[in-house]
């Protein structure tokens, strides 16, 4: 990848290429819990956008611009009123569209509010996540059906996480199978399989350091295979998929346990909000599995917050550890997971130059996923729209056992990673 396109893919802020193709999609923007009926408006950056999103008394939520249309003033000192937010310094008031509905230190007769709009985006509310498009309304595709979203929302866990890094490292951290007998190395593998979610297949994983990977392009994004040594007559194969823009789908976890993605979503061109999902397709979440995923489990993709904040409690300022790791070196310290995978991903910083990277056999899956969103954020200056029908999203991860001489892994298993309830299976 040259330094220009490395520069096409970093910046998703108003106007750029990468920009343009994240607004055609629906992407996580907060949480539900965040905003209370009537409650304070919170301030969110999202695509290097300074945005407020508040829940009016009537429980519907609404995300707009942060500075108010007439002079500019933050709408975080807006009254939330029925049906709007009313502009503190001079009492305009705007509803969820951005209509203005009061313009009272105007002449009564004044038809002036008619002309005036604040910019507000679209949202729609599942499974205790908030979905936003912030792209042109007449592109505004249908929702997508991802599985975490059609499920019941008890069969649900959503959790969200700051990130001091770029998207694409996050990102890319979930498509690079290669790094689990290292980062996360083979003793913390083996503890994993003493713990709830990688039990029995651990081993194989740490064991195959050089996975064989194999990419599947799909309308919207790839499906990877990694491909193992499982026994003289079988391979042991770990599935997922990268979904435009943002999106993965994790290879399943063993037995029933629950399935897992994430959604990386820029906060700006420095850092991102990691949306971290785990649903089943079939059950609740158990009481043991949501305390698994609130407190960070040793091996899952939640880790421990701050109470009250969307940091990770081990973060970059305490060396991703707890104060008395025992260790001599920083990375023996670390020993979460989802610890691991952030200050790995932080370390890279927000610019790397991928001009200066050397991708090897096993970044093949990276590699694809950004000649995808390259070539797609091009397309769409050309005036070719992206892919976004919903049955796109449809896809889950797979975790299975196939003998050596299956001649297509993706055909194999096209009937499970299908989201349908009955199409599921337990990984393995
Ligand atoms: S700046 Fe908001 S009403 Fe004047
Ligand atoms: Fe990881």
Not at 18 to 35: H, Y
Not at 114 to 135: D, I, R, S, T
Not at 268 to 297: C, M, Y
Request: charged letters at 25%.
């Amino acid at each position: 990848m040259n330094s220009e396109e490395s520069q096409l893919l970093s910046s998703t802020t108003r106007g750029t290429a990468m920009g343009d193709l994240f607004r055609r999609f629906w992407i996580p923007a907060f949480l539900s819990r965040e905003v209370e009926a009537g409650g304070s408006p919170m301030r969110l950056r999202l695509l290097g956008e300074d945005l407020i999103a508040y829940r009016s008394p009537n429980g519907t939520v609404g995300l707009v611009r942060e500075h108010c249309a007439h002079r500019g003033a933050s709408l975080y000192f807006a009254k939330n009123e029925d049906c709007g937010l009313r502009c503190l310094y001079h009492g305009w008031k705007y509803d969820a569209e951005g209509n203005c509905l009061d313009m009272p230190n105007e002449p009564p007769a004044s038809q002036f509010k008619e002309k005036v709009k604040q910019p507000a985006y679209p949202c729609f509310e599942k499974n205790g996540v908030v979905m936003a498009y912030l792209g042109p309304a007449e592109h505004k595709p249908a929702l997508p059906d991802f599985e975490w979203l059609t499920v019941p929302p008890e069969n649900v866990y959503i959790s969200k996480r700051y990130q001091d890094c770029h998207w694409t490292q996050g990102l890319e951290g979930d498509i690079d199978s290669s790094h689990l007998g290292f980062l996360h190395g083979i003793e913390a593998m083996k503890k994993a399989t003493e713990h709830d979610m990688m039990a029995g297949s651990a081993n194989l994983v740490a064991q195959g350091t050089h996975p064989k990977l194999e990419v599947v392009h799909a309308e919207n994004g790839i499906l990877q295979g990694a491909r193992r040594e499982a026994d003289d007559k079988n391979y042991y194969w770990r599935i997922g998929a990268w979904l435009m823009p943002c999106f993965t789908i994790l290879p399943a976890f063993p037995a029933d346990a629950a399935l897992g993605g994430h959604a990386w979503v820029p906060v700006d061109d420095n850092k991102v909000w990691a949306f971290g999902i785990s649903w089943h397709p079939k059950r609740a979440l158990t009481q043991q599995e949501l305390a698994w995923f609130h407190e960070g489990t040793p091996t899952g993709i939640h880790s421990t917050m701050i109470p009250g904040s969307f940091v990770a409690k081990r973060n970059k300022s305490n060396g991703y550890a707890e104060p008395d790791a025992p260790g001599k070196q920083p990375w023996q310290k670390i020993t979460i997971f989802q610890d691991q995978d952030t200050a790995i991903t932080e370390s890279i910083g927000a610019n790397f130059d991928r001009k200066d990277e050397f991708l090897g056999n096993t970044d093949i899956v990276i590699a694809h996923a950004r000649r995808r969103l390259t070539e797609a954020a091009k397309k769409l200056q050309e005036g070719k729209e992206p892919p976004t029908d919903p049955k796109g999203f449809r896809k889950r991860g797979v975790s299975v056992i196939l003998p050596r001489e299956t001649k297509s892994w993706s055909e194999a298993v096209a009937d499970q990673m299908d989201t349908r309830p009955e199409t599921f299976l337990p990984g393995i």
